[in-house]
T-cell receptor, first 114, second 112 residues
Framework: DAGVTQSPTHLIKTRGQQVTLRCSPK?????VSWYQQALGQGPQFIFQ???????QRGNFPDRFSGHQFPNYSSELNVNALLLGDSALYLC?????????????FGSGTRLTVV | LAKTTQPISMDSYEGQEVNITCSHN???????ITWYQQFPSQGPRFIIQ???TKVTNEVASLFIPADRKSSTLSLPRVSLSDTAVYYC?????????????FGKGTTLSVSS
């Protein structure tokens, strides 16, 4: 989506490795949310950031961590990768602190753990 | 856990109107209802959002009864390109730090 850029688009990692995924919202003052989507499932909420603070976290282990930078871009880090971490990772931006105008999603990063 | 229930799948033909109903029995007073569309290997795309009665935009209509325990997404005259997964979400969109939770969605298949 033109409103959110995610990189890389595809990634292959080995079990036990660490990975960093990146998200760049088009505009500033955005809330950034990360979702994990396994094949055939709906997106699962990982965590949400606003003004560099984690505002809410889903039911994911501490191996999943994140960061939001002053320019509102964000990173998702996953340590000690498991085969089950293979999924499409989606970043979503919403204007300000709420979802009044809905989320704008990126096209995602397809992570494959072998 | 997702707070909504939708049919797993629906089939339709080109040119027909499609109505997808979502159940949200425990919707809170401040919750809005939002629908997203997702194509394979893409992020979900916002379709429509409403609080009560009827909302219409250029792509869909959203019908919400007075008790707000369900809602219906209406897609007029669908085409093959409307084949996608449709998600119904409820949440307090005005509340800072509230993330929207997705369920499994409804897979709509449109045939010619």
């Amino acid at each position: 989506d033109a409103g959110v850029t995610q990189s890389p688009t595809h990634l292959i990692k080995t079990r036990g490795q660490q990975v960093t995924l990146r998200c760049s919202p088009k505009s500033g003052h955005d809330t950034v949310s990360w979702y994990q989507q396994a094949l055939g499932q709906g997106p699962q909420f990982i965590f949400q950031y606003y003004e560099e603070e984690e505002r809410q976290r889903g039911n994911f282990p501490d191996r999943f961590s994140g960061h939001q930078f002053p320019n509102y871009s964000s990173e998702l880090n996953v340590n000690a990768l498991l085969l089950g971490d293979s999924a499409l990772y989606l970043c979503a931006r919403s204007f300000g602190q709420s979802q009044v105008y809905g989320y704008t999603f990126g096209s995602g990063t397809r992570l494959t753990v072998v | 856990l997702a707070k909504t229930t939708q049919p797993i799948s629906m089939d339709s033909y080109e040119g027909q109107e499609v109505n997808i109903t979502c159940s949200h029995n425990n919707i809170a007073t401040n919750d809005y209802i939002t629908w997203y569309q997702q194509f394979p290997s893409q992020g979900p795309r916002f379709i429509i959002q409403g609080y009560k009665t009827k909302v219409t935009n250029e792509v869909a209509s959203l019908f919400i009864p007075a008790d707000r325990k369900s809602s219906t997404l209406s897609l007029p005259r669908v085409s093959l390109s409307d084949t996608a997964v449709y998600y119904c979400l409820v949440g307090d969109i005005d509340q800072a730090g509230t993330a929207l939770i997705f369920g499994k969605g409804t897979t709509l298949s449109v045939s010619s």
